[in-house]
């Protein structure tokens, strides 16, 4: 029996689930998902902990705890120099995942043409496709010079034409920056031109900025901060990676009024409203984390670096992101050097043979061929974590001798 609604069927279990478990049954080093090895801050910790001891444990208003809106909109502005009214510009919402539901169920009707950039974040396009959008995907493609044994410091880039035709007649484009799975940190320039097409033909913008803070010497710009973007921006992100607090699922848009209502409109039917002392907890981070997210970053350049070299050193080609916390490597040298072809045999191989585990990219485009000669690694993790998996791969060149 078909048990899964038709809308919902083509997504099967997404990939994170099924490198989970592979990574668990061989103890592997777990570099597949996203999530890090360390705690988040005590600080917000104790703020949390405080509200439940205070018994604030009731439902919160809908679009947000008071607090928690003022200090996103107190953050927005020293940002980028825009006031947003707290009340009525900003959306609390259960991690970005819902703000991205909330959004998609919001502002699309069913027919109405969604962007997006491949490799895409798994949610979008299930999302979109629960909103009943056509999707049309634009490329991501690797640096032109990536090859095996070695760290590229170009860019992954995309064909304007190829964008433009997609934007010709879009309700909405979906740009993530800084950007997972490729850590790719989308220039002003590539902005500027996504802002002179939203305007040319009448396009809104949805972006995620989780990684908003987790960039690596490259500018994070802001879409919403272009000339005549703030009109039609929902700009999401939240709390999780910049505070190595991923469980906690706090997440938010801001935009306008209007845009607003229309994503309020979908979160109040999807949870109502997000857990209260998570919300107190937020308020601390947002309002005391700086110093915090000065370390993380300082943490994640190191990771990056070791990581990035490591793989090099072991037949990877390697692109060296520009945010976020993974990697994306040609895998082709060593899958060939394994006897396995492709990225879901190299990834699910890997956990056994050499117990460390990883995301095969292809699952994230339209094309899967696209992503069958890459991998993603997160360098979210202890330095020993990293160490350990660094030696475990280092066993592939030693059994390929
Ligand atoms: C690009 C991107 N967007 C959204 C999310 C989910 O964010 P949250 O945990 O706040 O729902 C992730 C998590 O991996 C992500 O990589």
Redesign the pocket.
């Known amino acids: 029996m078909n048990t899964v609604a038709a809308r919902l069927a083509p997504f099967g279990t997404t990939i994170f689930t099924e490198m989970t478990r592979l990574a668990q049954r061989h103890s592997a080093v777990n570099l597949a998902q996203?999530f890090p090895d360390f705690d988040g801050p005590d600080f917000v910790k104790e703020a949390a902990i405080d509200a439940i001891r205070a018994g604030r444990s009731q439902y919160a208003r809908m679009f947000g705890d008071p607090g928690l809106n003022s200090a996103l909109a107190a953050r927005w502005e020293s940002l980028t120099a825009q006031r947003v009214d707290p009340d009525t510009q900003v959306t609390v919402t259960s991690?970005?995942?819902?703000a991205?539901a909330a959004t998609m169920l919001g502002v699309i009707n069913p027919g109405d043409r969604v962007v997006m950039f491949e490799p895409f974040?798994d949610?979008y396009r299930a999302s979109a496709a629960m909103a009943g959008a056509e999707i049309r995907f634009v490329t991501l493609c690797p640096p032109v010079d990536l090859c095996a044994g070695h760290v590229t410091t170009a860019p992954f880039w995309f064909d304007m034409g190829e964008l433009e035709r997609a934007m010709t007649g879009a309700r909405a484009i979906l740009v993530?920056t800084p950007h997972?799975p490729t850590g790719h940190v989308f220039s002003r320039d590539e902005l500027e031109r996504i802002a002179f097409l939203c305007a040319k033909h009448n396009v809104l913008a949805i972006t995620?900025e989780?990684?908003e803070d987790l960039t690596y010497g490259h500018e994070h710009v802001r879409l919403a901060t272009l000339p005549g973007m703030s009109e039609r921006t929902i700009t999401l992100s939240?709390?999780?990676?910049t505070f190595s607090l991923?469980g906690w699922?706090?997440?938010w848009a801001i935009t306008t009024p209007d845009l607003s209502r229309a994503v309020r409109a979908a979160h109040q039917f999807l949870t109502f409203a997000t857990a209260t002392p998570l919300q107190v907890g937020a308020i601390a981070a947002i309002e005391r984390g700086s110093d915090y997210v000065a370390a993380l970053r300082a943490r994640f350049t190191q990771g990056r670096e070791f990581l990035a070299t490591t793989l090099a050193s072991l037949g990877f080609g390697v692109v060296m992101p520009r945010g976020t916390y993974f990697i994306m490597a040609d895998h082709t040298e060593v899958s060939r050097r394994m006897g396995v072809a492709g990225d879901v045999e190299f990834c699910r191989e890997l956990p056994a043979r050499f117990g460390v585990a990883a995301i095969p990219p292809s699952v994230f485009y339209d094309n899967p061929q696209h992503g069958r000669p890459l991998v993603r690694f997160a360098f979210c993790k202890k330095q020993e974590t990293l160490e350990e998996a660094a030696t475990r791969l280092r066993s592939i060149i030693a059994a390929s001798r």
């Open positions: 996203g991690g970005c995942t819902e991205i974040y949610s993530n997972n995620d989780v990684y939240s709390l999780g990676k991923t699922k706090i997440g």
